[in-house]
């Protein structure tokens, strides 16, 4: 699954992705960028 990152400005295959719910309740996808380390996020489920 891929994910912007905002650091990179591209998209960026998740690297250690993990299925979160957010506060409203709606599913989403968050993990780390693997060029640069930053926390990348998206919305949806996995």
């Known amino acids: 699954?891929?994910?912007y990152?905002?650091?990179c400005r591209a998209k960026k295959e998740i690297k250690n992705?993990?299925?979160i719910t957010m506060k409203n309740?709606?599913?989403a996808t968050q993990g780390v960028c693997p060029t640069c380390g930053?926390?990348?996020f998206r919305?949806?489920?996995a």
């Open 38 to 40: 930053t926390k990348v």
């Open 1 to 3: 699954m891929q994910a």
């Open 17 to 19: 992705p993990k299925a």
């Open 25 to 27: 309740g709606k599913p």
């Open 5 to 7: 990152c905002m650091k």
């Open 43 to 45: 919305i949806g489920k």
